[in-house]
């Protein structure tokens, strides 16, 4: 009989761990959770208190099997997942599934994978905290319910096939409303003056930037005549110390939104690289809301700092947790031992892990210190001011180490780094003072790392939430991470210099995005059917107030069925409701106008494969009446915002754009896009191209290029069995045949010079296993 048996969720952890424990200590990995709610039905028992249906999913069954045999031989069971509440289920779950023996069984938790943390663990072990298990389990029902009830209702209201879910609709409102702010933005423009002035020397500048923004051209014309005569000189000079102190040590939403500032990765992206630290022993648990470090980390980092930098460098610092459900773990996000400056690892790995362990270092140093000057410059007969601001870093304390992002705009143009000395009222000589016109900004669109920002501020969610809830909005493709093309628009430049005034037109792209979080139709339509009709459940304070109870119960001060059932007995009557009403349109469905050539209404809204144009609309009485027209709107085109002029042009499509080698050259719109049809081929027209516009001679191109591709890609064919091919892959050549892909073994030098005979043999020699399938084989 083994002594020991650790189970683990990952076998990366499972791997690591088992370094540090003996021969008499077996560690096995359950792969995360070994049981669900059942997938196929509801899977809550409503009628008994909300008692969940658990089941083992098929995909589980092996690797429990293999888990109770060996729970069996051992001794003592100790269960080491995770210490959050997604931790403190799986080894419940694992508790009940495996039938494990209350005396032989001890569960233990640490937020470092090292060796003496997993020692020390060991010797305090600790009962399964049941509070945490039914937080967890409150969270998983109430989303089970609000998914299994309002889906449904989207489906005859919207259309089949779509979801909602409690956190998940919370974060597609906050998207779907700064959309239409940005849409409703209304541009103010006005002229921002910057002027550079000689000093008395004649040779040494100061650019300055004028107190205030000047409403119009006129004005801005005005105040520069009046420049023209007027006398300069240094009005003030003011200078104080400056100190900038460090941010905390990462919790899970900084740390991701610092990854996606510094390093360009997604949340998912961060949380993987993260679990893989974490799992190699590189840092600590990586789902957490705390900044606290430990007496351990605190000394280790003033020894790095003291050894690195100096005495003059170290600061101690304690940080407090904000944050009043700071549950999820007991530390900060750093390195476990902070004294390593790299790790092995993968390049991104390394680069997480840096940046990482700078940020705990620095929450350890001193501040920087800087000196700020401002000089105003005083015009004659006017009270506004012109004024020049300079910071110089005079001690770099802890940005020697690491200065933290931010999302916004980069620093005024007319603050530099270091002013020219100067005199109290020294005369000034204006060389040159420009005008430009600028225009207030509308609100920017989120990125992952503001939406997870942002969720945070509103108590929306928990560090184990953040990354999935962002992915699963993504994948419902309610929202779409993309670009948005910018608008050309003009603005003028008024210019003063040798006392001359000249004005000049510029040309500058506004508006555009890049890798931001953009609803789509169907997510717009979701968002406001679930506002009109279950207010409730996208409510902020609502979704805050839930989060608030799961740390409740958590705590063990509250029973989690209450909480469910008080919102059942709210919600499940508004389901029933809304399900059984009858509205007049498909909802999200809006009339834009009467076709001008038809005098037909034209419609929009959210069809089958997506958003459509319809031109006409059915009459069931009358068979003989003539159907409506569908036509799927356009790349870029929304529901929301097409006028009637765009949505009427779908209807030229299909149009013909002529003909070529004896076949008509078809230019349409599908499901996937915009393409040209000839001789019973289909082509997608790229998006510089438009299907409303393209000429012959550019689907001729389109045409040619597929072609050439093509024959490329086909290395020979059969005569005697058509269906069989050599195609060259992206992997190399394979042979095709029936929609199923066949490696060609790596002794064939030429695939061109293989016969049918040899072609056949290699297929028959797989047993009719096929690498992969034509049919299923993904990007």
Known sequence: MQKNLVIVESPAKAKTIEKFLGKDFKV???YGHIRDLNQKL?????????????????????????????SKKAEVVWLASDED?????????????????????????????????????????????????????????????????????????IKPALSAGRVQSVAVRLIVEREREINNFATEASFRVTAVFTLPDGVTLLKAELNRRLGTEREAMAFLESCRDATFNIGDITTKPVK????????????????????????????????????????TYMRTDSVNLSNLALATAKETIL??????????????????????????????????????????????????????????????????????????????????????LTFDGFLKVYKESTDDEPENEAENGLLPSVTLHAPLTIDKAVATERFTQRPPRYTEAGLVRRLEELGIGRPSTYAPTIQTIQNREYVVKGNKEGQERAYRILTLSNRKISAKEKKETAGADRNKLIPTDTGMVVNDFLMKYFPGVL??????????????????????????????????????????AKTEHRVGERKIGTDP????????????????????????????????????LMKGQSIETITLEEAAKLFDLPRTVGEYEGQTVVAAVGRFGPFVRHDSKFISIPKDLNPLTITLEEAIALIEVKRKNEAERTLKKFDEDPEIEILNGRFGPYIASKGKNYKIPKTVTDPKALTLQ??????????????????????
């Open 244 to 283: 900038k102190t460090p941010a905390p040590p990462f919790t899970t939403s900084t740390l991701q939104q610092e990854a996606a500032r510094k390093l360009g990765y997604s949340v998912s992206q961060t949380m993987m690289i993260a679990q893989r630290l974490y799992e190699s022993g590189f840092i």
């Open 539 to 580: 409510d902020y304070n609502f979704t805050a107030s839930v989060e608030k109870e799961f740390d409740v119960i958590a705590e063990g001060e509250m029973n989690w069925s209450d909480v469910i059932d008080r919102f059942y007995k709210v919600f499940h009557p508004i389901v029933e409701q809304v399900s059984t």
């Open 758 to 779: 040899d072609v056949t043999a290699i297929i028959q020699s797989t047993g009719d296993k096929p690498a992969t399938s034509g049919r299923t084989r993904k990007k």
């Open 307 to 392: 050894n690195t930098y100096g005495d003059k460098y170290y600061k101690f610092r304690k940080y407090a947790t904000k944050s009043k459900g700071a549950q999820e773990a007991h530390e900060a996000i750093r390195p476990t031992y902070i004294a390593n400056e790299d790790i092995n690892g993968k390049a991104q790995e390394k680069k997480l892990y840096d940046l990482i362990r700078k940020r705990t270092i620095a929450s350890q140093m001193a501040d920087a210190e800087l000196e700020r000057t401002i000089i105003t410059v005083d015009i004659s007969g006017m009270k506004e001011k012109f004024t020049a601001t300079g910071e110089i």
């Open 597 to 632: 050539k038809t005098g037909q209404p034209i419609f929009v809204k959210i069809g089958r494969f997506g958003p459509v144009a319809q031109l006409g609309v059915s009459n069931p009485d009358d068979k003989n009446a003539p159907k409506p027209q569908f036509a799927s």
């Open 28 to 30: 096995m990995s359950s």
């Open 85 to 157: 509440r997604e931790g403190e289920a799986i080894s419940w779950h694992l508790f009940e599934v495996l039938k494990l023996d209350p005396e032989r069984t001890k569960r233990i938790v640490f937020h470092e994978i090292t060796k003496d943390a997993i020692l020390k663990a060991i010797e305090t072990p600790r009962d399964i905290d049941l509070h945490l298990v039914d937080a967890q389990q409150a969270r998983r029902v109430l989303d089970r319910i609000v998914g299994f009830e309002l889906s449904p209702v989207l489906w005859r209201k």
């Open 42 to 70: 509801f899977g809550v028992d409503i009628e008994h208190n909300y008692m969940p249906m658990y089941v083992v999913p098929d995909d589980k069954k092996k690797v429990v099997a293999e888990l109770k045999a060996e």
